[in-house]
């Protein structure tokens, strides 16, 4: 019986580790001297895997599933230090040197700004950062006063950074968020104003009674279905349709303008949805996809994406970018995808990078930074949606049902 039980326990854990394919991903944080520099936050951005330095200045993230992901490194007085790496087969291991950073050179040439101006551009700053959805007005920024706004008024443009953490609390999702902000861009000066923003975060769950994990846990599921996350895994797996997404590709609102103008007609072909993404995506490897954008640059089309599942909600409406019917659209939450460069890759855990060349508008970018989860997130066991009634995706020749590259499909 003892020797069943051992056999038993070795064919689990080897089972286990295989499935889950973890690796640790360590270090040490030095300055220019090289000398260890203690307390430093590490993080993997946009997840919940967070640490810091010991007082050798070493640090580890253990237990790391294979992915593309970029390494934060960040201490006070120092620039942040940003890595992007592949965790596949092997645990990886850095070597970070940080720069001092001179603050008040940076800082010198700010104008001085009055309280009521800078009441004002925070406001501008919290409405277009974190959204102006349900969830919005549960989340509270702590730490205000760490922002460095700039406003150019000849051009109406507003401007923000910080050399800190952005302490923000998510009291709808019940999640901490520590965001350094890169940058942050508010474009008035056109026909229509223009958002940017990017920067690192790291996600820590808040304490909550058991009621209020049970409501988290319900609103975490809401926030992801439908979300720009659940849509790229879909795409990641081939499972565009079958998760509840129909997908065109159209002209932007420019080119629609100057080919109405021109030939007065609008060709039917960019009127249909995207049945097969073959066209677009190919296999890079087990955790992600290339996504080749430069077709629709070349076409002047844009990515228009419907989640059927859900209805815009009222407030969205009254508030939001809402993007118009202009054919037989299915109802549902309407964004949209703008193509920045040539080609992206899509990760398993629905990110993409690199980060920015990509823009969303529509429903996506109506809760900010309100309806960010870490991409670690899963969808509880049971909670699922139901399954859609339609016909599902047809798998892509040169991919299994899986999304992984299958030689013996490729022509």
Request: proline content about 3%; glycine content about 6%; hydrophobic content about 40%.
């Amino acid at each position: 019986m003892r020797k069943f039980l051992c056999l038993l326990l070795i064919i689990t854990c080897i089972g286990v580790a295989k499935g889950q394919s973890v690796y640790n991903v360590t270090g040490i944080v030095t300055d220019g001297k090289d000398i260890p520099i203690p307390g430093a936050t590490v993080f993997i951005t946009d997840s919940r895997m967070v640490t810091a330095a010991n007082a050798d200045g070493k640090f580890a993230l253990r237990q790391v599933r294979a992915g593309k992901y970029t390494l934060v490194v960040k201490m006070m007085g120092y620039v942040a230090s940003t890595h992007a790496f592949v965790l596949q087969n092997n645990d990886m291991r850095f070597r970070v040197k940080l720069q001092e950073d001179n603050i008040e050179l940076r800082t010198a040439n700010i104008s001085a700004m009055s309280l009521a101006e800078r009441k004002r551009h925070l406001a501008t700053f919290i409405r277009c950062f974190l959204g102006i959805s349900t969830n919005a007005k549960q989340c509270k920024i702590l730490n205000t006063d760490i922002l460095v706004f700039k406003f150019d008024k000849k051009k109406n443009i507003l401007s923000a950074n910080t050399d800190d953490f952005l302490v923000i609390e998510n009291r709808a999702l019940g999640y901490r968020l520590k965001y350094l902000l890169n940058s942050f861009v508010y474009d008035q000066s056109g026909l229509e104003a223009i958002l940017s923003f990017d920067g690192s975060v790291f996600f820590e769950d808040m304490e909550g009674n058991a009621r209020q994990k049970k409501m988290w846990q319900q609103q975490r599921v809401d926030a992801y279905l439908g979300s720009s996350m659940h849509f790229f895994r879909s795409l990641f797996s081939n499972k565009v349709e079958r998760n509840g997404f129909t997908v065109y590709n159209m002209f932007n609102r420019l080119a629609l303008e100057a080919r109405i103008k021109e030939k007065k007609t609008i060709p039917i072909k960019y009127f249909t949805s995207i049945k097969l993404f073959r066209k677009y995506t190919n296999v890079a490897d087990s955790n992600s996809r290339g996504f080749n954008l430069g077709l629709f640059k070349k076409d002047s089309t844009e990515l228009y994406v419907v989640y059927r599942r859900n209805e815009e909600p009222r407030e969205f409406l009254d508030g939001g970018t809402v993007i118009k019917n202009t054919f037989n659209m299915p109802e549902g939450q309407k964004s949209i995808i703008t193509p920045l460069s040539d080609k992206v890759y899509i990760n398993k855990n629905g990110s993409v990078s690199p980060i920015g060349h990509t823009q969303l508008a529509g429903f996506w970018m109506w809760g900010k930074m309100s309806w960010a989860l870490p991409f670690d997130y899963e969808v509880p066991p049971g909670m699922e949606p139901s399954k859609i009634e339609d016909e599902g995706d047809t798998v892509d020749d040169e991919t299994d049902s899986n999304g992984i590259n299958n030689p013996d499909l490729k022509k």
